[in-house]
């Protein structure tokens, strides 16, 4: 056979782009080589095989567009894509080699860089790791699985190596055995001549050969490997002693090792055996070959089998062995085919993508080989095929020059001659040329036409290899001068080519069949008829678009004619099976092109060819098939009718698709699916496969393991379903069919679809994928499922290109952003009023500024609450002194009395404002540490806001510095949020001072708090923290430890990190250390902190054994005794218990002789010790309903105990008792009553009366007993409710504090004889401020972060009072000020949990003893008040509204679940807003008319809330994404409810656009207070195509339109696709009605609108899908997606247009009879009108209904055959089968 010719493109001039980026660079240093290497490559090799295949670019990486360059020079690589450098690695050394990998079955792809003495592999995201060698390694290769490398021999290699498989004993499972005890001893890879790495973390291991079924370590170092495959695991090898080449199979064993066996002969421990290892089995070995092949490479052959090419330069030919493919047990062998190796003649030789690009064959790309002949000419290969001959372009210098940009010197001989083939990627080489030039070039790779490129490729999928060989000859052959044409050939060159090939291969039939040769036209006008010329004018100037049907036949006889060579194609069976798999490959594609709406005019191409086809093979079903889709081709085919014997049914899609809505999947003929859609692996099919596998699905098919129940091939993505819907959702998605190709199949076709997507959309499952939450239009669920699994894997965008490809283009980028005027108001508020009123210096920041956003403002609206708390807070401003106008000099001492006072209160602020603002803030690296200021200054209003600084000689300034300063510090760094959830190591060091102070200290305690000094290494925290804690707790210095004075403070606060470090450990020996620091007497410099020091020993005793009671330690007795003897047990106070228990058994009693308890004489001094050790109980015993500790922890119930426990302490066993009884704590007066004993109760209510006989030192004792009960049991009520806004407990501690505050000035009106009156008369006022604020401090825990409105108002008011009696201590002014920020918690999105951990943060927090001052640290840290951070969680939770991106309100439904106090219940909350606690939490729903419905179900855990980066969050860092319903507004611009009456807005819009009233039109176009379509379509939808048609329907030439239905219509179906937010169904209802419009104006008028029925086959789906709903074939609660009403009246006007008139009749008949369609006058209208007639009725073939016919004469028992006819043709209408007997009997 002739091969074609065809021409290079030439790109260009070659110069690897790295010599050009050198330059760019600069001169290079003298240390650089001369030689450099480079390769090009696919940037397919470095994408992340997770990628979609869809998305054109990859993340991190270039375009991939054009090839990529390494280029190697030294230790330098550049990698560069096209003209621009991408990256550049240096290394430490000179490279040896380079290659990319992909270790193990990782999608992402490694650089690996072969050094001299390591391996270094880097991603393509910089990150690098580097392995040192033990040994020389060569070369490095790489493999599916891992990386190959080849060491270079050594000299001590031992020459016999034990474990080597000697013994026909040992089989494989032995030597896997010996193997692995030799490579526990590190002998394996000393020996092994090739090393595998799977991973880039893992060690080398050595590699094995099998060979006879024994497993042998592979040594064969003179078998150096030359080439292997990334793609399937195949290494070559050249042995230069035996000149051999050899093929290896790479296989994976595994190791299943016996442990006990191992164990027990092997002596090895069995968790270190290797699971598997690589071994090696030769498949090939070729003699002969003085050389190495210099060039080895993969290929495909003509029947898609892989190919391994050997090109060897001396020999000058090219070997080629083809490898077999078998599947075994879903094992993938490999092996070579026997004599199947061949040898081309080659000077040299790539492998090249030509025929067929983007096509793989299993795992590998279909490839073809261009071979540089002896001869100098290149010649493409397919296998053994040779299909053309390329050759350079006619070179003209001054046309390169100017095309190619090459420099005036480069030479352009004319007798260039081909030299060389290299550096090939896909369809582009570059080809040496003598003179050592280098052209780029280019193989034409496919044809620029889609239907020639489909028509190819469906072939190559569809015929037998025999004949795709012979077919490729032809397409491949030089009989088109079109293809070397470029300026002369016209748009359809590429397709009249392909038809000529196929036109020849009809007419060797026909010339074999018939035994002679076509006759020439014989006249001029068959000539003419015949020529190119004509063919060409009917297709320019065909009527209404129909070009004529020309015969291909016809047109071939005017083209060159040639003979088909080989002597095996000259029969005719061979022909007629070509031509008729040739038909059905075709029939295939031409199927499923009708299911796309923009291949139509391919369609119709495409039938005029299969119609020739058909004709020659007699096939006149098919013919019948393709005329009734397009009638104008019955003008050439079909003129009069033949009869076929035993025609083939025609596959029909369509058919297929309608025998399955109404009968199911299992009754519809898998003869109506084209073979080729049922085939595995088709791509130019794969919409028609995809939409037949949906269709299966909610027929009821099912799935049998890649296939489904109806023979085609399905991928179904994970996810849980419960119906047939939701599993065809799974499979679009599997099937990555998305929005845009839905929209692209035939209305009625997609009508199903959009069913299952519109059932399912309510509410999905919440496993699903987010593509397929794109797919039903949740885009809020697809945001939230995105947040989740970018989270999960560590990416920072929320992004996927998965389902970028579900969604349609017009969604991507044109969803409207409305801001809110609401919220753009609130944001305008920001406080600017707040700074001119206040400030001295507008700019002066106050570490506040940041709390305003859309979210705090959407949460509190227009209210002024956060900008009165910013104000109250605020510290950094002058605070304001009322004094008189006129000043004098007394006014001097009034005005330092009263700022000293406000100082006390100024420096009390950064407490509160810590909480307020706690983690609002992001951090940015580039930023420094900024803290506010502390301002202790005032202004004076009346003197035109004139600063007056304390007077240092009044007072001690300097003790209102240094705590207040840590202060400011700790609540300026409480304020960092971590940045994408992680603090960077060195911002944290590049705030350390020089030299430390306080402000750092602060800082260093709020990371601490947040827990982000985790980032420091060990180096840091050393230099930070000295050494350890013990360092800082003397009683356990070692005894040779030099005697050092450590300050109380230190040690207490070190006592407290001990504590926190071994927090629910139960650690014995911490526990015996803490004990004893309560007891001990403190040897620091101030014996005045001794009780603080005892309570932070308490404090961190209870925290070691938190929680856990008895089941702390072995002797709890005695342990328990001890505490009860610090809190002053009378019962237990003997001698004996002071015998201490030894700190450490191991030092003896030297150490216990150290200890020095607290005792004055022979007791101990409980004042002191009772504090720490009754928290200490309380924390070890929370929660464990000790009855056995309660009843010894008793509250005092006699005079005489009354007078014994100190009033304080009274509150704190009261404290410890409720928290260890911790399920009877009830927010009622009732549960507060019981607390109180008898006496105390009795005494307070006999106070007030007039028979009072109590003295006044016993009432005192009461009254202060009673007080501070009724405070602890607040305390408690505060700890139980924490942070749960429990309504009751905030009654109930409201009315407590109300009741307090009246009791020192009435201030507000209580119900009458509730509470005893009087206590200011036996109490001292500073005990009662303290009770009052330790409870109101309580309420703000219970109303944590809530910003309730009442407890505001009523802190508010304390903070003012204060001030204004002169009751301003430091610790009521903390305790205000903490209040405060308790209740705004982190701005309103933080709030307290009640775990164990949390309690004990805040009862440290809440430590019922107020300072006295800024320095007051002695009975508990101020450092300490800090440690709620640890309590609180962000259960906050904000609705976005997916569309606009902003923030917006959603009622939800929360629900929590069942608990001892109460049944399950749910309540409603509207975000944004606090959630419950994760141990309750069940459920929550978007609930309300004006969003989607989205379910969340949590599983309760006793677990801490989910924190920012947790993996498995359910929120997005407290989002939810929500979408709003079409036709609704948000709750922002609608609170109520009355701009959301949609239909009463629409209808008024369309009532008065009537398009009939021309007036009316115009008012509305032009008035200025009017609404139209576009607008109110825009105010309640964001999808782009809804807007988009309701702006085309306020055009001005709309309204100029004369088809006033079509308009009215236009708006109804608007109507209804916003009404129902259903916009894709626009699209459906346009289609539906323009197409029976079309018919009705084609039929009333007689002029053709379209010439074709394929509409009619559309329409007559969404009938059937309208037939399946009312059948319950198809589920519909709410009934189908489009108006069954509007679907039945266009059925009707079909029906009514195609009503037999007499001339269709007449038609009918002749086709029935004749098999005859329409001619002569009118024949187009005719047989257009035929053709809707027979598809419409679903009437057979003429050829079917004679056949039938016949048949039932035979059997006829009565005077009518419509019975037996009926049988025959079931889907026909009735009437028509009337007809049909009334014509043929």
């Not at 020529?531 to 071939?556: E, T, W």
């Not at 079909?638 to 299992?666: A, D």
């Not at 004990?1400 to 508990?1420: E, F, V």
């Not at 988009?1588 to 696709?1617: G, M």
């Amino acid at each position: 056979m002739s091969i074609g010719v065809r021409r290079l493109t030439l790109l260009g001039e070659f110069k690897p782009f790295g010599l050009i980026a050198e330059a760019l660079d600069g001169k290079p240093p003298d240390t650089v080589t001369d030689k450099y290497d480079y390769f090009l490559f696919d940037p397919e090799i470095a994408r992340d095989r997770d990628a979609d295949d869809d998305c054109a670019d990859i993340a991190s990486a270039p375009s991939n567009r054009g090839d990529h360059e390494l280029f190697i020079r030294g230790n330098r690589i550049i990698w560069s894509t096209g003209a621009r450098v991408f990256k550049r690695f240096t290394l430490s050394s000179d490279i040896v080699k380079v290659c990319w990998c992909r270790l193990g079955y990782t999608a992402e792809a490694l650089l690996c860089i072969l050094q001299n003495d390591c391996l270094t592999i880097y991603n393509t995201s910089g990150e690098v790791v580097s392995l040192p060698f033990p040994h020389t390694i060569t070369s490095i290769w790489p493999l599916p699985f891992g990386l190959l490398l080849q060491q270079e021999v050594e000299a001590n290699i031992p020459s016999h190596v034990p474990f080597s498989s000697t013994s026909p004993l040992l089989n494989t499972r032995d030597m896997l055995h010996s193997a692995s005890n030799h490579i526990q001893k590190g002998e394996g890879t000393s020996v092994s001549s090739h090393l595998i790495l799977m991973d880039p973390l893992d060690e080398l291991r050595p590699t094995f050969i099998e060979e006879r079924g024994k497993l042998n370590m592979m040594k064969e170092y003179d078998e150096k490997t030359i080439w292997t495959s990334d793609q399937v695991p195949v290494m070559a090898s050249y042995n230069k002693g035996k000149m051999q080449h050899s093929l290896w199979v790479a296989e994976i064993v595994n190791s299943n090792i016996d442990e006990d066996l191992a164990t027990s002969l092997l002596h090895i421990d069995p968790m270190s055996v290797l699971p598997k290892h690589l071994s090696f089995r030769k498949i090939w070995q070729g003699k002969g070959a003085q050389t190495a092949a210099c060039k080895v490479f993969l290929a495909t052959d003509d029947d898609a089998a892989p190919v391994v090419c050997f090109f060897h330069q001396e020999q000058r030919k090219l070997l080629s062995v083809s490898l077999q493919i078998v599947e075994i047990n879903n094992e993938i062998v490999f092996d070579v085919k026997p004599d199947m190796s061949w040898n081309i003649s080659a000077i040299a030789a790539s492998p090249v993508m030509v025929t067929r690009p983007r096509v793989k064959v299993g795992l590998l790309p279909y490839s073809d080989i261009m071979v540089l002949a002896p001869e100098n000419v290149l010649l493409l290969y397919s296998g053994k095929q040779c299909l053309c001959k390329y050759v350079l372009p006619c070179l003209n210098k001054d046309k390169i020059l100017h095309d190619l940009e090459l420099s005036e010197e480069s030479p352009l001989p004319n007798d260039l001659k081909i030299t060389g083939l290299a550096d090939a990627v896909e369809g582009r080489v570059n080809v040496i040329v003598n003179h050592r030039q280098i052209f780029r070039c280019a193989l034409r790779q496919s044809p620029s036409s889609a239907l020639a490129n489909d028509c190819i490729t469906a072939l190559a999928e569809g015929l037998h290899s025999s004949f795709y060989r012979h077919l490729l000859g032809l397409l491949w052959k030089d009989g088109d001068p079109a293809h070397l044409s470029d300026a002369e050939s016209i748009v359809d060159s590429e397709w009249d080519s392909f038809c000529h090939v196929i036109m020849q291969i009809c007419r060797k039939y026909k010339i074999i069949c018939q035994k002679h040769s076509d006759s020439v036209p014989h006249s001029a006008w068959d000539f003419l008829v015949s020529s190119q010329f004509h063919y060409n004018f009917c297709k320019v100037n065909s009527m209404f678009g129909i070009p004529y049907a020309v015969s291909l036949d016809q047109r071939g006889l005017n083209f060159q004619r040639s003979s088909v060579d080989g002597a095996q194609n000259s029969g005719k069976p061979f022909y007629t099976d070509l031509l008729r798999e040739s038909l059905e490959s075709l029939h295939g594609l031409y199927e499923s092109l009708k299911l796309d709406n923009l291949r139509k005019r391919d369609l119709e191409l495409l039938s005029i060819l299969l119609c020739n086809i058909a004709e020659f093979l007699a096939e006149d079903n098919y013919l019948d098939h393709y005329i009734r889709d397009f009638p104008g081709l019955c003008k050439k085919f079909l003129k009069s009718g033949g009869i076929t014997i035993l025609p083939k049914i025609c596959p029909s899609l369509f058919r297929w698709f309608e025998n399955c809505l109404q009968y199911g999947c299992s009754y519809a003929n898998i003869n109506d699916l084209p073979a080729l859609v049922c085939k595995e692996g088709n791509s130019v099919v794969s919409i028609a496969r995809k939409v037949v596998c949906f269709y299966s699905i909610l027929s009821g098919a099912k799935l049998l393991g890649k296939k489904l129940s109806t023979g085609v091939y399905c991928n179904i993505t994970v996810g849980s379903h419960s119906s047939k819907e939701e599993l065809t959702v799974l499979a679009m998605v599997g099937e990555r069919f998305g929005l845009q190709q839905l929209d692209s199949l035939p209305s009625g076709v997609s009508l199903p679809l959009r069913h299952a997507l519109d059932k399912c959309r309510d509410s999905p499952p919440n496993d699903w994928p987010a593509a397929a939450y794109v797919l039903l239009g949740r885009q809020d669920l697809a945001m939230s499922t995105l947040a989740r699994e970018c989270k999960y894997r560590g990416i920072e965008t929320p992004t996927n290109v998965n389902v970028i490809s579900m969604s349609t283009p017009y969604m991507l980028n044109l969803h409207p952003v409305t801001i809110s005027s609401t919220i753009s108001d609130a944001i305008g508020l920001e406080g600017t009023k707040f700074e001119d009123t206040d400030s001295v210096d507008g700019s002066m920041t106050d570490g506040m500024e940041h709390i305003f956003n859309s979210s705090t403002q959407l949460r509190y609206g227009r209210d002024l609450r956060l900008n009165e708390v910013r104000r109250l807070l605020c510290s950094s401003r002058p605070v304001a002194i009322q004094t008189s106008a006129n000043h004098s000099a007394s006014d001097q001492d009034l005005q330092q009395a009263q700022l000293w006072h406000l100082a006390q209160r100024t420096t009390s602020l950064p407490l509160g404002r810590g909480a307020f603002t706690l983690a609002t803030i992001y951090t940015l690296l580039t930023e420094a540490f900024t803290v506010p200021k502390l301002v202790l200054a005032g202004r004076l209003p009346a003197q035109q806001n004139a600063t007056v600084n304390l007077d240092p000689n009044i007072r001690n300034i300097q003790e209102l510095r240094s705590w207040p300063e840590f202060h400011n510090a700790v609540a300026a760094g409480l304020r960092l949020a971590p940045l994408q959830g992680r603090m960077s190591r060195t911002w944290i060091l590049y705030n350390k001072p020089e030299e430390p102070n306080s402000v750092h200290a602060g800082l260093l305690l709020a990371l601490g708090l947040h827990g982000y000094l985790r980032v420091l290494a060990v180096t840091d925290i050393y230099q930070y923290f000295s050494q350890t804690l013990y360092f800082h707790i003397p009683v356990r210095h070692p005894s040779s430890y030099p005697e050092l004075e450590v300050p109380t403070l230190l040690q207490s606060a070190a006592l407290m990190s001990l504590g926190i470090l071994y927090e629910g450990s139960a650690h014995p020996q911490t526990m015996q250390v803490l004990l004893g620091e309560i007891g001990r007497r403190s040897g620091g410099d101030n014996v005045l902190e001794r009780e603080g020091h005892a309570v932070s020993a308490g404090f961190a005793l209870g925290l070691v054994a938190l929680g856990r009671g008895e089941d702390a330690l072995g002797f709890i007795d005695t342990f328990v005794n001890r505490l009860f003897l610090y809190i002053g047990d009378k019962v237990h106070n003997e001698r004996s218990h002071f015998s201490t228990v030894s700190m450490d058994e191991s030092r003896g009693s030297a150490q216990v002789q150290r200890i020095q308890f607290m005792m004055d004489g022979t007791t101990v001094n409980i004042d002191v010790t009772a504090p720490g050790a009754i928290i200490a109980i309380a924390l070890m015993f929370m929660k464990t309903e000790s009855e056995a500790i309660v009843s010894r922890l008793s509250i005092p119930n006699t005079g005489f105990d009354l007078q014994y426990v100190r009033p304080d302490f009274i509150m704190l066993r009261v404290i410890a008792r409720n928290l260890i009884m911790w399920s009877r704590v009830n927010p009622s007066k009732d549960w507060v009553w019981s607390q109180i004993p008898e006496i105390v109760r009795c005494a307070v209510e006999g106070i007030g009366g007039d028979d009072n006989d109590i003295d006044d030192m016993d009432a005192e004792a009461f009254i202060q007993a009673y007080v501070n009960i009724i405070t602890g049991a607040c305390i408690s009520l505060g700890l139980m409710f924490a942070g749960t806004r429990n309504e009751n407990a905030q009654e109930l501690l409201y009315e407590f504090s109300i009741y307090f505050l009246n009791e020192m000035k009435p201030v507000s009106p209580t119900c009458g004889k509730v509470f005893p009156k009087g206590l200011s008369r036996y109490i001292d006022r500073g005990t009662l401020e303290t009770c009052l604020h330790l409870i109101v401090l309580s309420l703000s825990v219970v109303m944590a972060g809530s910003g309730h409105l009442q407890t505001f108002r009523l802190l508010r008011f304390l903070r003012s009072r204060n001030c204004a009696d002169g009751q301003s201590s430091y610790g009521i002014q903390m305790a205000v000020s903490l209040a405060i920020g308790f209740l705004f918690l982190g701005g309103g999105m933080r709030t307290f949990s009640t775990n164990n951990h949390s309690i004990a943060a805040l009862l440290i927090t809440l430590y019922p003893r107020l300072p006295t001052g800024p320095n007051d640290n002695r009975c508990h840290l101020q450092a300490f008040r800090h440690l709620y951070v640890l309590a609180t969680e962000a259960r906050w939770i904000q609705t976005v509204d997916v569309d606009t991106g902003l923030p917006v309100y959603a009622p939800l439904e929360v629900t929590v679940k069942e608990t001892e106090h109460y049944a399950e219940s749910s309540f409603c909350e509207v975000t944004p807003c606090l959630l419950p606690e994760r141990s309750i939490l069940k459920r929550i729903r978007v609930c309300g008319p004006r969003y989607w419905p989205q379910v969340i179900d949590f599983t309760p855990e006793d677990k801490l809330w989910w924190n920012f980066g947790d993996k498995n969050s359910p929120f997005n860092s407290g989002i939810l994404f929500i979408k709003r319903k079409v036709g609704a507004c948000s709750y922002v611009d609608d609170p109520i409810g009355c701009q959301s009456l949609l239909s009463r807005a629409m209808h008024k819009v369309f009532g008065l656009t009537s398009l009939k009233a021309s007036d009316t039109i115009t008012d509305i176009r032009s008035g200025s207070g009017s609404i139209t379509v576009d607008q109110l379509v825009g105010t309640f939808s964001s999808d782009p195509s809804l807007i988009a048609f309701a702006q085309l329907c306020c055009d001005p030439s709309w309204y100029n339109r004369s088809d006033v239905d079509f308009k009215e219509f236009c708006l109804q179906v608007l109507f209804e696709c916003v009404t129902k937010d259903r916009p894709a169904l626009l699209q459906v209802y346009l289609s539906l009605y323009t197409t029976v419009e079309s018919m009705a104006e084609q039929v009333t008028n007689g002029a053709i609108v379209f010439g074709d029925s394929l509409s009619i086959s559309g329409f007559k789906l969404a009938l059937t899908y309208i037939e399946a709903l009312m059948t319950g074939k198809l589920s519909a609660p709410k009934g189908g997606i489009v108006q069954s009403t509007f679907v039945g009246s266009l059925r009707k006007q079909v029906e009514e247009l195609l009503n037999c008139s007499q001339e269709l009749k007449d038609d009918f008949h002749n086709y029935l009879k004749l098999g005859k369609w329409p001619d002569g006058e009118s024949q187009d209208k005719r047989s257009i009108l035929l053709s809707w007639f027979l598809q419409w009725f679903d009437v057979p073939s003429s050829s079917a209904i004679r056949t039938a016919a016949d048949r039932v004469k035979h059997k006829l028992m009565s005077s009518s055959s419509v019975p037996l006819l009926r049988l025959f043709f079931p889907r026909t209408h009735i009437h028509v089968i009337s007809e049909i007997d009334r014509c043929l009997s």
